[in-house]
């Protein structure tokens, strides 16, 4: 069975950081594509950044560029999404989801999902 949990998320202040991480198990992580998205209540899932699977192409969004840093650790079947200089924009919930595609951006390139961690960002 695929699972993916997310953890990391909480509440911080604009201008802080916060870590999110991915655990991934069930399947070979090292062939799959890792995606972080986000919804904000009342607005679409949107796509934040993205990893192919062997790390080396990346993928993020132009709200995220040069805050948000996202790697994987396929030792540990885990990916991260370092984010930095949060503003009360990033608030929503954030998701990690697995894509057999190289790189992926679009939801429906995912197939597995996780339940999301709330990321808070106050002003």
């Known amino acids: 069975q695929v699972r993916l949990v997310e953890s990391g998320g909480g509440l911080v202040q604009a201008g802080g950081s916060l870590r999110l991480s991915c655990a991934f198990s069930?399947?070979?992580?090292?062939?799959?594509?890792i995606g972080w998205f986000r919804q904000a209540p009342g607005k679409e899932r949107e796509s934040v950044a993205a990893?192919?699977?062997?790390?080396?192409?990346?993928y993020y969004a132009d709200s995220v560029k040069g805050r948000f840093t996202i790697s994987r650790d396929n030792a540990k079947n885990t990916v991260y999404l370092q984010m930095n200089s949060l503003k009360p924009e990033d608030t929503a919930v954030y998701y990690c989801?697995?894509?057999?595609?190289?790189?992926?951006?679009?939801?429906?390139?995912?197939?597995?999902w996780g339940q999301g961690t709330q990321v808070t960002v106050s002003s």
């Open positions: 989801a697995a894509s057999p595609d190289r790189i992926a951006v679009t939801t429906t390139r995912y197939n597995y």
């Open positions: 069930g399947l070979t992580f090292s062939g799959y594509a």
């Open positions: 990893i192919s699977y062997s790390g080396s192409s990346t």
